[in-house]
């Protein structure tokens, strides 16, 4: 009974947008109730700042990168995050790196060129009041793929200024997974930073 009415809910769902395509309005789709509810799994670290020294933390989780870096950056300004990203795509690692348009300024626009210049694509999400995530999801592909996420931007205030806190949750593909489609469609929104 379940099954059909899902279906019953889904055939309804595609006729309203092919209704809506007929009509030339633009479809209105509902997002989805929930989220998907994973299994919990693997390791999780718990970190705050300033106590905690999030940014080593951090860059000895990109030092043992082997595939790929997906970062999604609010703000950018750390010298040693940034370095560890450009040497991380030294060692062949695909580096990838969204940021905040709106938060470009005389550092992050430096941490910007070190970037590109080391070859690290990066685009600028200007879509949003606040492009807000803090996330860096390291070998998503792979069984020690690792989500770092948080309250805490990769920034040196964020270590030594303001009271901040990170998770880094490893050996958890689904959740990397989740985390690097979620990377992918915001790239596809952003502009290629100059």
């Known amino acids: 009974m379940i099954l059909a009415l899902c279906r019953w809910h889904q055939s309804r769902r ?4 092919l209704l809506a395509g007929l009509l030339g309005a633009a479809p209105v789709l509902a997002k989805e109730a929930s989220p998907p509810v994973m299994a919990a799994q693997g390791t999780v670290q718990a970190a705050f700042a300033p106590w905690d020294d999030i940014e080593s933390l951090i860059v000895g989780q990109l030092d043992s990168a082997h595939r790929q870096v997906l970062v999604q950056a609010y703000l950018l300004t750390s010298r040693p ?63 020690s793929a690792t989500v770092i996420t948080g309250s805490f931007n990769f920034t040196w205030s964020a270590q030594h200024k303001n009271a901040e806190n990170i998770l880094v949750l490893g050996k958890n593909p689904s959740l990397a997974a989740r985390y690097a489609a979620n990377w992918q469609r915001h790239r596809q929104d952003a502009e290629v930073a100059p």
């Open 81 to 143: 995050i940034t370095d560890a990203l450009v040497a991380a795509r030294k060692r062949g690692v695909d580096v990838r790196v969204l940021m905040d348009g709106g938060q470009l300024d005389k550092n992050s626009t430096e941490r910007l060129r070190q970037l590109r210049a080391a070859g690290i694509p990066v685009w600028l999400e200007t879509d949003y009041r606040n492009a807000h995530n803090k996330v860096i999801v390291i070998d998503a592909t792979l069984a």
């Open 14 to 17: 595609a006729g309203l947008v």
